[in-house]
Nanobody
Framework: QVQLVESGGGLVQAGGSLRLSCAAS????????MGWFRQAPGKEREFVAA????????YYADSVKGRFTMSRDNAKNTVYLQMNSLKPEDTAAYYC??????????????????WGQGTQVTVSS
């Protein structure tokens, strides 16, 4: 079992930046891909970004491409989501996920079996 703990959410004005962190503990060797998903009130959970842990390859939703960057720190078993040029439509609860996802699609939340508790991001206009 892998435990995931997110941090870094908050309130920011449109155009601002935030960096989310997700620290993994437990059986981290069983995680091949880490992902970020978000869910706004009344909407379904949607894919934001994914990272193949061993290769550092990243994938992004079209809505965040060019604005968000996912990265990792192997020594800390932590992944990050740097969010720049934030927009009000980025407002959501952001969830970190991990799983044995070895091939695409990486944007299917059902393929991830470990989830964090979520961190709220609110972007004001």
């Amino acid at each position: 079992q892998v435990q995931l703990v997110e941090s870094g959410g908050g309130l920011v004005q449109a155009g601002g930046s935030l960096r989310l962190s997700c620290a993994a503990s437990g059986r981290t060797s069983s995680v091949y891909t880490m992902g970020w998903f978000r869910q706004a009130p009344g909407k379904e959970r949607e894919f934001v970004a994914a990272l193949r842990w061993n290769y550092g390859i990243t994938y992004y939703a079209d809505s965040v491409k060019g604005r968000f960057t996912m990265s990792r720190d192997n020594a800390k078993n932590t992944v990050y989501l740097q969010m720049n040029s934030l927009k009000p439509e980025d407002t959501a609860a952001y969830y970190c996920a991990g799983g044995v996802v070895l091939y695409s699609p990486y944007d299917d939340s059902r393929r991830y079996d470990s989830w964090g508790q979520g961190t709220q991001v609110t972007v004001s206009s």
